[in-house]
């Protein structure tokens, strides 16, 4: 069996759910509830999947659940350091979710440039626009950020896409590890 | 590493060479014939060598006094390596040569070791009516050992109950002591937490230009030792009379651990060191060493509950911490501010992440002011502003409203007018009432009130009363004629009164103690009037006067104090605004 350890971290504004995104997850419970401690929660997960060479892997994700950006506060930049995945999420309900998302690919990777990069839209339930508009969204991030390897939206609230998203990020934080070079993947 | 302490001092000799012997070289050859005659004058090499010694030993001095930081940097390995030997030779001869500097401090030092001990051990010696005494009794008995061997043994141990080697850039644990492993405390939440209180700590500090970094967190029984440098950082958790050499030995520990697999460390990404046996070994085997280790067999779960609550508690403490230097933080840009200042206002912190700002400022709007620039400050906890900001009136027509705010006022600009100043709101105007007002003095005060929110509402002008208050017109006896001086005064007074929209001039005849009360009353009215007349007469508007019928006991009152030069012969003027005039 392969071992890894890896660390993913959560990026976005107040609010757009990362925390329930990581309760889901970890805890199949959706809730919420806000954490205030030293701005980040630390949360655990394994996953196991065997490859094509018929190899056993098994990951143990380290997720940083990070406090959400505001007007008057920001994310100590240590944080981030060493982050083989940053998922960065953004809210569907926003006017315009895609430039804060893109924000945050840009501080991510000032701090950790080798980091994979996923983006997830959340609270696909209370999304209200046609399809069209959320494959534009999808557009601009590409067009700004090339080397984005994952975007899907999501919802916390339902589950939709929650696991795959973690799960993903896992499997592409090893994949990294070996060069592995990732095509860009809608969902 | 080995590469470099070698070359250090070969470079090192090589400059000391250039130093010394370009010039040496250049002097030679300055002096070749002398030194050529030297030589073959037939005499020994001993008597030559004298005879150039203090040749060479000038130009050495001279060289060196020439370029002393050069000289100094050459000569410092130079002279530590030649030490070092000297102190490997001639161990004794040192040590006795440095006792008379050392030896009252060493001694000091054991001392306030002892002393620490001997507590330690009264402190033991009290427990023995306790179970933890008993149970010490007992154990004496059954080992065979004295019970003072096992105090002593208590007093001065320090076991280590748990060791984590963490990546400091991801947070995650690369090896840690086998011991731990049965236990229910998860070390990877456990690294990770404590990494991110590092970092915490490391960045609440960055604006400060300090490098703080966590060294240690103390919480009850327990000491978490906390040793890193570069890509790793390693976490022991102690128990007992932590002391420096204890910090020392995690050191040892942690320099072991570097030299050997720091190349492994920097290269670390989640998976299995190359040495990783070999690593894990190295901390088991530093944990097992401890003193009192087979005690530490019996780590309850209650002491690895512990161990969180240490976490715990230091996240609570860098809460607390982080809430102390933003509300002093807070506190410090308020009272840089002047225009802040003045009002008293201070931050106070209000349950988690909350502050809340105490003090009567006069608008609401000032409020906005406050706490914008107050949000304004870098914060990784979200920090929710609330405000106790009062506004102490709502118009400064209300005079128990407004006195507040005056009285503030007065003392802001007493301050910066050496207590000179003293304010009065009337009817919709401020006035100075002082002493030293001149042109220039007006106009920074009036741009300083105009400043200040609130008061921009109500304030018009800086009138300087002193100049106008108080003046008298004096009269001689029996005459309501104007003499030349007095002329000067009033035309003075009209051009001040016409220089701003709004004033009047109030005026009150008197007389001296001759005659009748009604004679006197008489005259008093009419010097007020001829005085008016002149007035209207220079273009005064006759509604900007007000004639005050006299007063026959403030001129009594006047008569008596003597005050005035003219015997109560006057007539006086006060400049109000004019609703005081109707």
Not at chain 2, 514 to 542: C, D, F, M, P, W
Request: aromatic share 8%; hydrophobic share 40%.
């Amino acid at each position: 069996m392969i071992e890894f350890k890896k660390k993913i971290i959560l990026l976005g504004d107040y609010g757009v759910g990362k925390t329930s995104l990581v309760r889901r997850y970890v805890d199949d419970s959706f809730s919420d509830k806000y954490h205030t401690t030293i701005g980040v929660k630390i949360s655990k997960k394994s996953v196991r999947w065997i490859d094509e060479k018929s190899q056993n892997f098994h990951v143990q994700s380290m997720i940083w659940d990070i406090q959400g950006r505001s007007g008057y506060s920001s994310i100590p930049g240590k944080y981030l350091t060493g982050a083989s995945v940053g998922l960065v999420i953004g809210d569907l309900t926003v006017e315009d979710p895609v430039v804060p998302v893109c924000e945050h690919i840009d501080y991510l990777k000032a701090f950790s440039p080798n980091a994979v990069v996923f983006v997830a839209f959340n609270k696909l339930d209370l999304f209200k626009l046609p399809e069209a508009d959320l494959n534009d969204y999808f557009r601009r991030v590409y067009n700004v950020h090339k080397n984005v390897s994952f975007i899907v939206a999501t919802s916390a609230k339902t589950g939709q896409e929650v696991e795959g998203l973690f799960e993903k990020a896992a499997k592409l934080a090893v994949e990294a590890e070996d060069g592995y070079q990732h095509q860009p993947t809608v969902v | 590493m080995n590469q470099l302490t070698k070359d250090a001092p070969l470079s090192g000799i090589s400059e000391l060479r250039s130093i010394l012997l370009d010039h040496d070289l250049s002097w030679l050859g300055e002096n070749r014939s002398e030194i050529e005659t030297l030589l073959i004058s037939g005499e020994s090499d001993a008597l030559i060598v004298e005879k150039l010694k203090p040749h060479f030993i000038s130009l050495f001095e001279e060289e060196l006094t020439k370029d002393t930081r050069t000289a100094a940097k050459v000569l410092s390995p130079l002279i530590s390596s030649s030490l070092k030997t000297q102190i490997q030779k001639e161990r004794g001869q040192i040590v006795d040569a440095l006792y008379p500097i050392m030896g009252s401090m060493i001694t000091k030092y054991v001392a306030e070791s002892v002393k620490g001990i001997v507590e330690n051990l009264n402190d033991k010696v009290e427990t023995n009516i306790s179970w933890k005494g008993i149970n010490r009794k007992m154990t004496a008995k059954l080992k065979g050992v004295s019970e003072s061997d096992l105090l002593l043994r208590e007093a001065l141990s320090v076991e280590y109950i748990l060791a984590y080697l963490i990546h400091a850039e991801t947070g995650l644990v690369i090896a840690q002591s086998a011991d731990h492993e049965e236990e229910d405390l998860d070390a990877d939440m456990v690294a990770a937490a404590l990494t991110a209180i590092k970092d915490f700590v490391s960045d609440m500090h960055a604006g400060d230009n300090t490098q703080a970094q966590l060294h240690s967190i103390e919480m009850g029984d327990e000491t978490l030792i906390i040793e890193g440098m570069g890509s790793v950082f390693l976490a022991v958790v102690c128990r007992g009379d932590v002391r420096l050499k204890t910090k020392k030995q995690v050191q040892a520990l942690f320099k072991v651990l570097l030299e050997k697999h720091s190349e492994d460390f920097s290269e670390y990404s989640g998976g299995k060191l190359k040495d990783q046996l070999q690593v894990e070994s190295q901390i088991n085997s530093f944990v097992a060493n401890s003193v009192g280790q087979s005690d530490s067999r019996l780590i309850s779960k209650n002491r690895k509950k512990k161990i969180a609550l240490v976490l715990f508690g230091a996240i609570g403490l860098c809460v607390f911490l982080s809430h102390v230097y933003y509300k002093n933080r807070l506190n410090k840009f308020i009272k840089s501010k002047a225009d802040f200042s003045m009002y008293n206002i201070k931050a106070n912190s209000k349950g988690l992440y909350s502050y809340q700002f105490n003090g009567a400022i006069p608008d609401k709007s000032y409020k906005e002011k406050v706490l914008s620039e107050a949000k304004s400050y870098k914060s990784i906890i979200p920090i929710k502003l609330s405000e106790k900001l009062t506004v102490p009136f709502n118009s400064l027509n209300d005079s128990k409203k407004s006195s507040e705010f005056i009285k503030q006022l007065e003392s802001h600009l007493s301050d910066k007018y050496s207590g000179q100043i003293f304010m009065g709101f009337y009817e919709g105007h401020l006035f100075s009432k002082g002493y030293v007002l001149d042109e220039k003095n007006i106009k920074e005060i009036e741009t300083e009130l105009a400043g200040i929110r609130g008061v921009d509402k109500y304030f018009q002008h800086i009138i300087s009363l002193d100049k106008l208050q108080g003046r008298i017109i004096g009269f001689n006896s029996n005459s309501i004629e104007i003499n030349d001086a007095s002329k000067f005064i009033l035309d003075e007074i009209k051009g001040r009164i016409d220089s701003v929209e709004g004033l009047g001039v109030k005026l009150m005849g008197s007389s001296d103690k001759q005659g009748t009360l009604a004679s006197r009353k008489n005259i008093a009215n009419l010097r007020a009037k001829e005085v008016s007349k002149y007035l209207i007469a220079n273009g005064l508007s006759s509604e900007k006067i007000n004639i005050v019928t006299s007063d026959l006991n403030h001129m009594k009152k006047l008569n008596n104090s003597g005050v005035d030069q003219y015997g109560g012969r006057y007539v006086s003027l006060s400049v109000v605004p004019m609703s005081g005039i109707k």
